[in-house]
């Protein structure tokens, strides 16, 4: 019970945070990234030292500079050019020291799909940075964690992965997708955005790619043998266990409306 009581408390502190960090504005939506960023390179850091792999801090410097090459380009409409920096920074980096696994992850794994997520504050139409697809984005998210978890716990009963995730179940997973397909219909009906199909194919992407993000974590856990990517989050474990559905959903759904918004 007490579990459960702390899980519940830090999800709504978390929920908070995000959604009130995306309301209040581009400039603390990207602080707040920047600090889910930084502290996920912290975890990803230590779980990597467990395997004596190398891990310098300054391999994470081009992925923090994404965040603000993004609200450049999009806020002040700045060069797209400026989005060379960042992988050009951490080539000369591979180059000079090595490619290393620490530098790839932190640049690929959290910097791209973060930015990514920050991004999409400047994809629907009208002026500036607008708060609704982010939010919408993160809730689909949640949701889907939320109802895979419950669907599981009470009808699981065919696991999908025994090795990699013992607790994933293929009642789980359905019902995640089932959910998130209901909650993709009720934003498209509540808001008018975009078209039906564009926000069931946006709730597939999240519970198909929600899973996998799920499943790379565990696999990577699995690997240094630890159960959680850290402690800071009392009932969840660390950032990185947090969050990691949506490093593999952000990047996706950006795509997605990219080309959308190409199409139409």
């Known amino acids: 019970m007490k579990e459960l009581f702390l899980r519940t408390l830090t999800g709504v502190a978390l929920i908070v945070m995000v959604a009130g960090s995306i309301l209040l504005g581009p400039v603390t939506f990207s602080a707040v990234l920047l600090l889910v ?3 996920g390179v912290k975890e990803l850091f230590e779980l990597l030292q467990k395997r004596d792999l190398s891990t310098r801090w300054f ?11 993004v609200y450049g380009v999009f806020q002040f409409k700045q060069s797209l050019l400026w989005f060379i920096l960042p992988p050009a920074l951490w080539l000369i980096s591979a180059l000079r020291g090595g490619i290393t696994l620490s530098g790839t992850l ?21 002026p500036g940075f607008q708060y609704r697809l982010p939010l919408f984005i993160i809730a689909l998210v949640w949701i889907n964690d939320t109802f895979a978890y419950l669907s599981g716990s009470l009808l699981g009963r065919h696991k ?5 995730s013992p607790g994933k179940t293929w009642e789980g997973f359905a019902g995640g997708i089932l959910i998130t397909l209901l909650a993709g219909w009720i934003i498209w009906n509540s808001t008018g955005i975009a078209t039906l199909w564009a926000w069931f194919g946006i709730s597939l992407l999240v519970s198909t790619l929600g899973l996998a993000g799920d499943l790379f974590e565990s696999g990577l856990k699995r690997t240094v043998k630890v159960k959680n990517t850290g ?8 950032v990185l266990d947090r969050f990691d559905s949506l490093l593999f959903v952000a990047p996706a759904v950006l795509i997605l409306i990219i080309l959308i918004k190409l199409v139409l």
């Open 37 to 39: 960023y930084l502290l």
């Open 160 to 164: 999908m992965t025994p090795i990699l």
């Open 231 to 238: 402690e800071l989050l009392p009932g969840h474990g660390g």
């Open 59 to 69: 391999r994470a410097i081009p992925g923090a500079l994404l965040f603000l090459i």
């Open 106 to 126: 932190a640049f690929l794994w959290l910097a791209i799909p973060l930015s990514s997520f920050f991004a999409l504050g400047w994809m629907e139409d009208g």
